[in-house]
DNA sequence: TAATTTAACATGTATATACATATAGACATA
DNA sequence: TATGTCTATATGTATATACATGTTAAATTA
């Protein structure tokens, strides 16, 4: 009975008791777990406080109830939730992701500024990329990003993820992104980086990505005949 | 003390009457609820039954709880999380939305049948539907759902939100989704539906929609000249 | 006056108990 | 065999009570 005293609340132990329990025992999603009042018996606790505890792990998506049967393993989520980077949606179709740098410059922001809430005349890096997954041109992406959060990106290597650039130089982890799709036709430019021979109907991307403020605004062109972009969104 | 007796819950009623309240007080986020012993005298409840009327509350993110302060009204979101109905989308844009359905018919699952987890032979209904805001053509939108999941939707009204449909006739609530987004060109079909007068780059989205198991499975196609899909996301 | 203590009040944690309702299986009946 | 009923067991709802702990402001003290 660990749970005679110490400033842990019960329901709390339990709760890490009953997740490492479902690992340490292998149990699969749809494994019944003990009853309530099991629970109960085995640690000492009343009722309402290992109902505390069940019902969070319900609420986190650990188990799932069900009313006259008894608790179970949830179902994992099978796919991430949200978007991914374009190198994990590349490497989740088995491909490889190779990154192009096409252009690179430091400059005002202009009405960036207001995207990124800086000013006009903040300096701003603008970089364009040409993304490929196992060799196939995929997208033409921009990204605008305020010069200040990232001194001496120069340095950086920007053949990989941007995300993990940001993350492992500058601790900038993205947390909220706010995205938007549409699709329009391919101009001669981005035919000929995306080797498209003619013109084509394109997945467009914007996208606003947040940390506590906005980091970086990135509009990209998807040749979505090759690539659709998916999400996974629980409500 | 409308807590006597009856089949609904005391704490979900309980719920509904403070978001009434807060409505109708025209409560602004920040203002603090009544006390949980103020809601126990009020209504003759024990303090237990308000404290899960409460916390349902906050985790529908209606309300915020402070330890040693109260309970206030939360901030609500800037923008809402995840991908919204067209209904939704529309009137976030102060249009209002209007519905035509163009076909509607009974037939078996065919292909359809693998994402829906039923068997190729089992019946579904297959809805095509025309959608515009204050008039204007936005969308074409194709829902196949398994007939056996809504008996008698033919009588349904399929001019609103099948969202709504699914949640009060069926008790169906979409709790999660899965989206893809491609740009294809329009066909002569969908140029004489959306009005377009020649050839379009139009927006896919195609979508599997989950409450415990797979629910309905949609096609879209947006002239997105007009209109933009916006998702934001946590990650 | 300024700092500290105290008291009132808020939510958080926990127990004990009772009855309601949904589920599944054992059992009896037609 | 098929159907319906009973029963054990599960979670859901609800009450009453007690003490812990964080917050705030008033009262007290130096």
Redesign the pocket.
Known sequence: MP?KKG???????LKQIIIDDIKKKGMNPGDM??????YCERF?????????A??EL?HEGIIV???????FVAIPPIEQEGIMSFTEMVRAKGLEPETEVLEFQKRPAGPWGEFLEIGEKEEIYEITRLRKASGVPIAVETVFIPALLVPGIEAADLSGSLFTVLQERYGIEIKRSKTSFSAVLSTPEMEKVLMLGGTWPLLRVESLNFYTKPIYYEISHYRSDQFKITVNISR
């Open positions: 749970f400033p842990i609340p019960a329901y709390f132990r777990l003990p009853s309530e009042r099991e000492g606790l009343s009722r309402m406080t290992v109902r505390q069940l019902k319900e109830r069900e009313r006259g049967r008894g608790s």
